[in-house]
């Protein structure tokens, strides 16, 4: 069951400009991720946000999460070449229950 | 470092093989998982298991089996491969107290021929 789904799927940006990703999730969370994946590799967790915060920062990464609205969007700032990847929310649930994925946002960025 | 291994990166195999697809944390995590990845479909839960000899079915348990006879290691069966089981799969562990944060292996790339 596909809870999280991304926006856009595909995001083309020059270097230097700021890239946004969307998420939209369905039920009540108890916080959402966002990870990373390079071509063929594994995810890479990037940041978490809970449920009673709005937003979050990590380096050039800004994360919001509106609960009425049941969505949150990450903020790539001043985005590089190396940020080039697949980028995938997760929702995390009461209790110990598995993550569930969105289908992910693709990003290039162009040098 | 936490690390999670997962022992083949690329495998082909043929159609009706038994393949096994291993993995093995570092970390002491009770949780481990098995996600299947495929263009356009996102990430979808197979099994997980929750302690050594637990399991349970994710999304789409369906043509697979796995196995937890130690708490490092969390083995993906497909007792008989077939093409549509072609994909990355990804297996992934966390602690029960902790973040919520999921530590992934690399992925294995499976190829049924």
């Known amino acids: 069951s596909q809870q999280g789904e991304e926006d856009p799927q595909a995001l083309s940006i020059q270097e230097g400009e700021n890239a946004t990703m969307n998420c939209s999730y369905k039920t009540s969370i108890n916080n959402l991720q966002w990870y990373r994946q390079n071509s063929g590799r594994g995810l890479v967790h990037l940041i978490l946000i809970r449920s009673n915060e709005r937003e979050k920062h990590s380096g050039r990464l800004r994360v919001t999460l509106d609960t009425s609205k049941k969505s949150s969007s990450l903020l790539i700032t001043a985005s590089r070449a190396a940020d080039t990847a697949s980028y995938f929310c997760a929702t995390d649930f009461q209790g110990n229950t598995p993550l569930v994925f969105g289908k992910g946002t693709r990003l290039s960025v162009i040098a | 470092d936490v690390k999670v291994t997962q022992s083949s990166r690329y495998l082909v195999k043929r159609t009706g093989e038994k393949v096994f697809l291993e993995c093995v944390q570092d970390?002491?995590?009770?949780?481990m998982f098995w996600y299947r990845q495929d263009p356009g479909l996102g990430l979808r839960l197979i099994y997980f298991?929750?302690?050594?000899?637990?399991?349970e079915k994710g999304d789409i348990p369906e043509g697979y089996s796995v196995s937890r006879e130690k708490k490092e290691r969390f083995s993906l069966i497909l007792e008989s491969a077939s093409t549509n089981q072609t994909s990355m799969y990804l297996c992934a562990s966390r602690p029960t107290t902790g973040t919520g944060e999921l530590f992934f292996g690399e992925g294995s790339r499976l190829t049924v021929l």
């Open positions: 970390m002491d995590h009770e949780n």
């Open positions: 298991s929750y302690d050594v000899k637990m399991k």
